[in-house]
């Protein structure tokens, strides 16, 4: 079985700082692949690289036939890959069902429709979407005034709006109670599940990542140390030298041996 | 519905203020930019009134007294059109006068054209008023931008100076001035020619950087339309520069009393200018407008005070002559009507309707720290016109 | 020209960018700190100029020449900080812009003020002592006080790099710059340092104004002239960048410097007046630049203000908005027959109208869409210039002049907008100003084809419209058709895409939204609905010239749709018909209506600064209860 999405030597720089350093990894279809690393290892920037927000310096992401780099994200979101990001983006003078309503609003390519009311726009869909996400009972509120939590899992339906092949998640738990993370982790493995999708997947929480995810890849300094279940990655060394160098740890890693 | 049709009715009677009953006093509806151009507008206003309370103390016009109402048109000629409408509808005024700015005078003659309706232009320098975008419903008071520069081409053609600078602010009155001053002064002295061109934006003139230029391009004599604040800047760096030594000057209104004043101890020497000098003057017409003028406002007339001054009484003039105010009377009053001004006999012209009031050209001379004109003249406005054939050319039939 | 005489131009060109140095870098710090689009700086400055010469003129004498010109800075100060403390500080809070509004109507406070205070004549001081005399330098005469103007501008520029760099004080300010919020994390006493930043900043806008004392008179046209000019060199800078606007005061007054220098040039049997450049030099310079480098010479990009007031959800119109904007219609519909009377009453709506048509088109981009657009004027005057010249060069009938107009502003708005959308902020707002300052340039000087400074005559309509009446009931259908069909895009999907891209670009661009597309077309929206405004304007009074694309036509715009209320879809209809009628009235109540009008406006400011439509719509919801309503 070829993978979903196969990442190649994927390169990115910032001045003197190498942020991505020649990565390679691969995901399948149905799998929770989580990326963690330290802060500062280069976790965001391969999102926005493969999502085409930001241009790569070398490397190929391909997708189905098709090598992502180069593309805007625009036409990535074309080819199937959703996501969300590590600050949540989402519309703060929509409502929360209007927000999902311009997703797929989007994806039907109406957004230059000039005349014919938005208000009423696959509603049922939108609201299906928010249901998804355990959002339906917030459905005309406005967006401004949701708590954290709530605003991470509404970018979770606009990503889902056009059925991605592949949902880039960055941190989308972060700000989040112990109980919530795991409930979303649940919904989401649920959704990959119901989808056949795949997710990639950020985390700092090493409790959400070892419980949820099927396959772990680490990043530090913008290489790729490590990578494999997380029973082998919780007992590998380079790992733990990499969290412990940095001061930061994996946080509740209760049993390790020290 | 009664409750809302009240109000409305309320609402009207608040913006409208409907005019005093009877149209007893005769009403002369005045237009101009007061804040924009306070400097010559604020003289001008005074001319008026005194005008007007010298007529009504006479007994008012045709046995009727006269009322002015005055409105500001903010600079900008679209104001100005609804001022006048306001002026027409609301305040029933029998006749349009006013206008500084060309564009608003050439939209207010436009206006007068469209509605039928009387319009003295006062104050509006361009030809255009006159001749290209002239109509039967306007008439113009003062000497015009080509009256006014006629009249120094031969005072510039004596100089017999070959190598000549201009520098004018950038927009129509300053263009057709130049435009009409090499016309002239080539018809007069063809083997001149125009060394150097600046025209610095109205308001911004970069004075260290034209005056240079000018003075670089090394020329025999430099025709001057800059006025204002432009006026003074350029004349104290000219002076700095040295750009005025063994160069003669002939400069355009600078000899008025708006201009030539602020310059205070930067005023020129023997620059050859149009202008006022209200000092110097000894006859009777202006020595009565002159003791009339200091006892009312205890300040000395400018041009605008004689301008506005003029306006009003050329109005009542025109008034009496056509027995009334209506619109095509006073056009046909007005058509070679002769008045009497502080400068002297004047007529509105027939072809054009232009008025021959004409202007002093002389020398300036820095008198103890204070711009004065010496060795001038009356110009007779009549005589600096061109051809009737010209003219009727100029002007759409 | 020889090689001296472009040396001295370009000596010529130093001067003045030490004097344009002295304000803009005052509004540099302004800005940098506090946000404020101050417009009321070259109202500073003029007063400094002013002030400077009542100063020498009565107490030279006494103290000296010097002293008595520099006091005019540090009393300026003090009038900087009492603006802000008593003004400024109470809106901080509003909407973006707001301030805008109050500094606008400070601008018109002023120049009445000082029109009372100084009169009407341009007051010209004397000489500087000791420096009032020329040297010689490559064989010409250079005034000896440029010389000090040259060496003053390094020396401020280098003080305030010190004051910036080495004090306590400098590194807040820095702070503030680049981050508001971090600023308020350090734990600086954010009222202090703000006003202390609007001190400093006013005091070298009255600095700047005094040193001019020497080279020119005080006039009161100075604030308008001025203060367009510090904001071209600030944005060029960079916003909040001293050395950048010293570099871009540099680069402008040596272009100017050079385009006066090179005079007319021939060639090819073409005479080319470069010299006449000079109208717009500093917006071509400002166009280029922005287009190159869209953060200005040595600005940065700005970290995405995520502190932008909250806006509601837009609620569609319930059954009672609909029945009242319906009866709102009938009863201006019948207002022909209601004023019968009143003749001028239709005369002024169609004003009102054409001015509430405008600012709606305004409020469009700039409040949905969040493009900030400070020349929205050129798209009016597109409107008004296309119809004019379909009636009059092309023969065209007036009906259809009227009809092509929005077309002319569309395409205007289409070349624009392509280059302004990649923009963002003020650097934006100052790109579309420098395009309507541009167009108005050319439209100026094209005698043969625009009718340059005099515009056009002759450009009324057909003769069933001629009648006022009738005319009026022609605008209120298109007005009102406008109104309507502006307000049904904000609720169709493209509506909700400019909000979208305004809230985030991120996520726009990350659910396959084309931001940069959605905010063009946005932009050609607006631009041919002000040009349906424009075109009215022109038939509506015969004649147009220049000015309707001017400045003050945009600013007036920008003032209409902050008074209503940016985030409320009534407000800028609201806004306009006040606006424009408090002009009308104030200005024949009396003399002094330019004050009279600036404190209306300051007053309605404080009161309503959510505008007027804004503050209703919060009382409204205050007695309905509805914290998370929408907006109307
Ligand atoms: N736009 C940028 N310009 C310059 N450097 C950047 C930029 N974005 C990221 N970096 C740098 O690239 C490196 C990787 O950053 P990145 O945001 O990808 O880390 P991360 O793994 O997502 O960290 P975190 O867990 O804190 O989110 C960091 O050193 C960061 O400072
Ligand atoms: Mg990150």
Known sequence: MTALLQVRGLQRRFGGNLAVDGIDFHIDQGELLAMIGPNGAGKSTTFNLLNGQLRADGGTAWLGGRDLIGLRPREIWKQGVGRTFQIAETFASLSVVENVQMALLSAAGRVFDLWRAARDFQREQALGLLRDVGMQGQAERPCSVLAYGDVKRLELAIALANR????????PTAGMASAERHELMVLTRRLVAERGMAVLFTEHSMDVVFAHADRVIVLARGRLIATGRPAEIREHPAVQEAYFGTGLSFEKRRGAPQ | MLRPLHATAVLLALIALPSAQAQVPIKIGEINSYKVQPAFLEPYRKGMDLAVEEINAAGGVNGRKVQLLTRDDNGNPGDAVRAAEELISNERVDVLMGGFLSNIGLALADFAKQ??????ASEPLTDKIVWGSGNRYTF?????????????????AKLKKKRWAVVYPNYEYGQSAVNTFRQLLKAAQPEVEF???????????????????????????IFNVLFGADLAKFVREGNTRGLFQGREVVSLLTGEPEYLDPLKDEAPNGWIVTGYPWYGLQTPEHKAFLTAYQGRYKDYPRVGSVVGYTAIKALAAGMIRAKGAETEKLVAAFSGLELMTPFGRASFRVQDHQSTMGAFVGKTRNDNGRGIMVDYRYLDGARFQPSDEDVSR???Q | MTPSAVLVQLLNGLA???????????????????????????????????LAYSLVDRFSAHIGFWPALLL???????????????????????????????????????????????GAEDLLGPRAPGLGGAIDLLGRRFPAYDLLLIALGPVLLGLLTLLLRRTRWGTLVRAATQDREMAGALGVNQAWLFTSVFALGTMLAGLGGALQLPREPASLSLDLSSVGDAFVVVVVGGLGSVPGAFLAALLISEVKALCVALGTLHGFGLALPVSKLTLVAEFLVMAVVLVARPWGLMGKAPSSSRHRALEAPLQPSGPGLRASAVVVFLLLASLPWLSAGAPYVTVLAVDLLVAALFAASLHFIMGPAGLHSFGHAAYFGLGAYGAALLVLKAGWPMEAALVAAPLAAALGAMLLGWFAVRLSGVYLAMLTLAFAQIVWGITFQWDGFTGGSNGLTGVWPAAWLADKQVYFLLTLSAAAGGAWGLRRVLFSPFGYAMRAGRDSALRCEAIGINVLRVQWLAFVIAGGVAGIAGGLFAFSKGSISPDVMGVGRSVDALVMVLLGGVQTLSGPLVGAVVFTWLQDTVARSTDYWRALLGGVILLLVLAFPMGMVGFLRDAVWQLRGRPGGGAR
């Open chain 3, 16 to 50: 003045s960018a030490s004097s344009l140095f002295f304000v803009a870098a005052g509004l540099s710090l302004i800005f940098g700190v506090t946000r404020i689009i101050n417009f009321a700086h070259g109202s500073f400055y003029m007063l400094g100029l002013y």
């Open chain 2, 115 to 120: 509605k039928k309706f009387f319009y003295l």
């Open chain 2, 394 to 396: 100029l002007r759409p």
């Open chain 1, 164 to 171: 991605p092949r592949l949902l880039l998640m960055d941190e």
């Open chain 2, 195 to 221: 060394v150097a061109e600046q025209a610095p934006p109205l308001g911004k003139l970069d004075a260290g950087s034209v005056v240079q230029a000018l003075a670089d391009a090394k020329p025999d004599a």
């Open chain 3, 72 to 118: 005019a800075g540090p009393m300026l100060g003090l009038l900087g900080a009492l603006v802000e403390a008593l003004l400024l500080r109470r809106v901080y809070h509003a909407p973006e812009l707001l301030q805008l509004l109050a500094t606008f109507a400070l601008v018109l406070v002023i120049k009445d003020a000082t029109l009372w205070c100084w």
């Open chain 2, 140 to 156: 113009r008071l003062r000497p015009s931008t080509y009256m006014q520069t006629a009249m120094l081409v031969p005072e510039a």
